[in-house]
């Protein structure tokens, strides 16, 4: 990984400068099982939620029966937020095998806005409608959840595109009907 802080870099107008803290870690949810629901707080040093966000990778290690089917493809569908100022939330709807989620909390020192929602979706495209902001200072990052435990289900099904289409717009498309939690947070720095 690398840190702008330590190397003089940007990214997207982002620079080390504006970085006020990182916490970063790992956390592993436990096999989701059958129709399980699992989820995790985390517990994390105070930050201004208004001016922090969260980026996260995941991995499930699952090599048994259940390997390749939609049942381990929805462990995927985890969604990560700030719960409060010093928790994070990890949660996923379900899924065999654990899930192990790397996780980083980035708090900036300024921004000019955050907007954060979520909404359900059980629709191919929709979309919704934002406060406006500048397109070449704004970056989203999204996370969502599924409760389809169709084992027919594959990769594409749970797979989704949420984008700025306009300066007040976000679009959201998948590629079928299937029933998501999208929860999102959009970044605009000054």
């Not at 702008?4 to 790992?26: A, C, E, V, W």
């Not at 105070?46 to 090599?63: M, P, Q």
């Not at 790397?102 to 919704?128: M, N, P």
């Not at 998501?180 to 970044?187: A, M, N, P, S």
């Amino acid at each position: 990984m690398l840190d702008i802080r330590d190397h003089g870099g940007t990214f997207g107008g982002l620079s080390g400068s504006n970085i006020k803290s990182i916490q970063r870690g790992t956390t592993i949810l436990p096999d989701g099982g059958s129709a399980s629901s699992k989820s995790m707080s985390v517990a994390l040093n105070n930050v201004d939620i208004s001016k922090s966000f969260v980026i996260f990778n995941l991995y499930n290690g699952e090599t048994g029966t259940y390997a390749l089917d939609g049942r381990v493809l929805g462990a995927k569908c985890v969604s990560v937020t700030l719960d409060s100022e010093n928790s994070l939330l990890i949660k996923r709807s379900y899924g065999y095998g654990p899930v192990t989620v790397d996780w980083w909390v980035v708090e900036l020192k300024e921004l000019k806005s955050k907007q954060s929602g979520s909404f359900g979706i059980a629709t191919k495209t929709t979309t919704q409608t934002i406060s406006s902001v500048d397109l070449a200072k704004s970056f989203l990052f999204y996370s969502y959840e599924s409760s389809d435990i169709a084992t027919t289900m594959n990769a594409d099904n749970y797979s989704i595109l949420l984008q700025l289409s306009s300066s007040s717009q976000l679009y959201f498309k998948q590629k079928d009907n299937v029933q998501k939690t999208v929860y999102w947070h959009l970044i605009e720095l000054k």
